[in-house]
Structures are given as C-alpha cells and as structure tokens.
C-alpha cells in the first residue's frame, strides 16, 4: 500500500509539472531515479536492475546504470528504427516527395462540390498519409499549405478546417510510427502482423467513425458560430507556401517504397526474406538518392542534401529515443516501487477482467495525453506497464497494448497544449480551446471505437 501512495504520489506530481511547461523528459527521469532510488527503502528486496545486468555492487550506482542500460537497448533496437523513419521522412520533406504526396492526394477533393463532405473526406486523406508522414505536426503543415486554402475556397470555415487538420494523425498507424514499433516489440510481434493484422481492422473502423462526426462536428459548429457557407472565397496562402520548384509527379510513390517492402517481405506475403524497418528505411532514402541525382545531375548538391537524412536520425534520437527511455525508467519505477501489482491484485479481488482493467489503462493514457499534449509521453511511460497486466489476466499483450496506442494518439488532438493543435488555431484564427471543441467529439467517437473493436480483434 505504501509503495503504491508514493507512485501515486510521484505520478501526480510529474503530471502537474508537465501542466506547469517543465520539460518532459527531465521531469519524467528523474521521477524515474526517484522511484527506483525510493525502492531500495520501500521494498528493498525488489531488484533494480535492468533486465539481466550484473550489479554494479552498488545499489546507487545500479540505479544510474539501469539508465544506461536502457539507452543502450533502445538505442540500438528500437530507437535505431525511429531514428531511421525519422531521417527517411526528412528527406523525403527535403527532396519535395512528401509534397508531391499529399498534392496527388488532395487533388481529387478539390473537385467535389461539397464543403463539409471534403472537410470529412479530407480526414480520411490525411490519416491515410499520415502512415507515410509519421509527424502530426509535420503532416498539419503540409497540409496547411496545400489542403486548407482549398478547404477555405469551397466554404469551409478556417476554424473547421484547421480543426480537421489537426487531427489528420490521431491514429498512429504503420511501421513508421515510433509508438507502433514499441507496441510491437512490446507484444513480441513483426510490425508488419501488429500494422496489418491488428492495427488495420481497428484503425479502419475508427476511420470511419472520425470522418462521419468530422462531418457532424464541422456543420454543427459552424452553424452555431453563425458561419455562411460561401464557395469560391478569397484565394488564400498559407504560412510556409514557398516558390521553389514543385517534385516530379512519381516523387509521390517514394515515400510507399518502406511500406510496401515491409509488408511483402514479412509473415504477411514473402515470409523465406526478413526485412528490417531500418533497412527498408535505408532503400528507400537511397532510391531517393538515386532519383534526385538524376533529376538535378549535381552530385555535389544531392550528396550535400542527404544529410537532410541523417539531421533527421538525429532530430529524432533528441526527441523522440530519449523520451521513451525517460519514460521507460519512470515506468520501471511505478513498477518496482509497486504501484503495478497493487493496481492488478486490486482489479482482480473487485473481479475486474481484461477489458475492465483495459478500460483503466486506456483512462490513465488519455488523461496523461491530454495534460502533456504528446501521445507519445502518454503511451511510452504506460505501455511497458501492459505486459504483466495482461499476462496477469491470461490475455495476451497486443489485447491491451493496441487499444493504449491508439488512445493515446487520439487524445492528444483533444488536448489545447499539443503541438499541432498550436499550430493549427493560428491557422484558423481562433484559440486552441475553440480547436479542441471541435474536435472533441470525432476524438471521443474514436477513442469508443478503437476501445470496443480492440476487443473483437485484438
């Protein structure tokens, strides 16, 4: 019970902090140090060590080297595939291909005579591309470039347009995804069977329920904010439009080459060839390579440019790696202090099953995301918890982890402190609070479905 006070404790106290605008990777390791430090007095007997390392004899210095041990874990497991999705999508923004992408994809809306049925539709394109741009924040930019002036054209009004903008990557879907590969690796499974075999039903469902109340929503709001429907409105451009010259057209299939060799090489279709996130990563940025010597016949420029490639690993080892190795230790911590085990023995003697507790999980990770604006701080500090909770209850990992990933990406487009959110109500002129009503309830619609066709699927 006492241990179970103080992780509840710390846990709050991290939350407020984060509130507060303290950096969360700092807040989260050394609310981790302090729960494993807290560990040796509470429950003495209980190790603090990670995974098989040898102590260091010191159960001080243990606890800076389960630090170490986890970064270099994640670094080279990991951490080595977000880096490389992450400089595979910066150069592909810096090649022009990820432009390319979302112009060949929008292009058809712009067609329909139909304000808020493109509003929806326009959605279901952009979560579509977000499995190729893995950046909510990157993707709301394109988009804001390309898509929301049309939107505005048609009728639309800026403050629904920017909302639905802002939740064209909710669901974390495919490989690319930093938060879908720990999902996997923490299920034990090839991501290509996690994306295609568990993340697909479920996300495809709630796809449909998000376009549907994105419909609902923009009406409703716009029709109470008193909004005239008026097609053909004052050509806009958008903050960050540049001249510089437009990709080739085919630029647009690039960023498909590490999807679509990851889904053929694995159990799903070639299972004799293995192929590695990392290395599908690694053909596609140098087909890229490839194609823009040719284009530009300046070896000297394409080479310089596809350091883009490499800021990008490192971009992401900076942001990304090190908050969920930060994250990890905070988890290790709730974990050895006892928080964990209090919470499954509590859920089994109230008679809670998988789904209860899965409920609780999932509760815990939409707060957490709300309160930080990152889904990925919300899932990575709980979803190492899964595991052991669901083997608790004779479920298998994927049962709970799924739901938790998928949750925590929804909420964080309900949180007015979430970097794409920002971004977005600039665009449309309103405040981050007006962003998040709108976008509340597709959210709350998504977070329902993912939830309960998680349990049919999972």
Not at 72 to 87: E, P, Q, S, V, W
Not at 348 to 376: K, W
């Amino acid at each position: 019970m006492l241990g179970f006070l103080i992780g509840l404790v710390v846990t709050i106290g991290v939350a407020w902090l984060i509130i507060k605008k303290y950096q969360a990777h700092t807040v989260l390791l050394l609310a981790g140090l302090l729960l494993l430090t807290l560990t040796l007095f509470v429950a003495p007997d209980t190790s603090i060590l990670f995974k098989k390392a040898k102590s260091t004899g010191l159960s001080l210095f243990d606890i800076f080297d389960y630090v170490r041990g986890s970064l270099a874990y994640r670094a080279a497991g990991l951490g080595m595939i977000i880096m490389a999705a992450g400089g595979f999508a910066k150069y592909m923004d810096h090649i022009g291909a990820t432009d390319a992408m979302v112009n060949v994809a929008i292009r058809p809306l712009g067609l329909l005579n139909a304000p808020y049925m493109v509003l929806a539709l326009g959605y279901a394109v952009g979560q579509f591309l977000n499995i190729f741009i893995p950046s909510a924040a990157g993707l709301a930019m394109l988009l804001l470039v390309t898509f929301f002036p049309t939107l505005v054209r048609l009728g639309v009004s800026r403050a629904a347009a920017a909302a639905m903008i802002g939740t064209t990557a909710v669901l974390d879907l495919g490989p690319a995804s930093g938060a879908s590969n720990l999902a996997a690796k923490t299920a034990e499974l090839d991501v290509a069977v996690y994306f295609a075999q568990h993340q697909l039903p479920v996300g495809l469902a709630a796809i449909a329920v998000i376009t549907i109340l994105t419909y609902v929503s923009g009406r409703y709001f716009d029709g109470k904010a008193g909004h005239v429907v008026a097609a053909d409105g004052p050509r806009l451009q958008a903050e960050g439009a540049t001249d510089k010259p437009a990709a080739p057209a085919f630029y647009a299939l690039l960023p498909m080459i590490p999807l679509t060799l990851i889904l053929i090489f694995s159990k799903l279709v070639i299972s004799s060839v293995k192929l590695n996130v990392v290395t599908a990563m690694l053909i596609g940025a140098l087909i890229a390579l490839v194609c823009e010597i040719i284009r530009h016949r300046d070896g000297k420029a394409v080479s310089k440019g596809f350091m883009a490639f490499f800021d990008g690993m490192g971009q992401m080892f900076a942001r990304i790696v090190s908050l969920v190795v930060c994250a990890e230790i905070f988890a290790a911590g709730l974990r050895t202090i006892g928080l964990v085990d209090f919470l499954i023995q509590s859920a089994q003697g109230a008679g809670f099953g998988i789904t209860a507790m899965t409920l609780v999980m999932c509760a815990m990770v939409t707060v957490i995301a709300v309160i930080t604006g990152s889904g990925n701080a919300a899932f990575f500090s709980f979803g190492h918890l899964a595991p052991n909770i669901a083997s608790s209850f004779g479920a298998t990992s994927v049962a709970m982890l799924l739901p938790m990933q998928l949750t925590a990406g929804l909420a964080r487009s309900m949180s007015p402190v979430a970097g794409v959110i920002i971004a977005v109500s600039d665009a449309g002129q309103c405040s981050p609070i007006e962003i998040v009503r709108r976008t509340a309830l597709p959210v709350l619609g998504g977070i329902v479905t993912v939830v309960l066709t998680s349990v049919i699927f999972a």
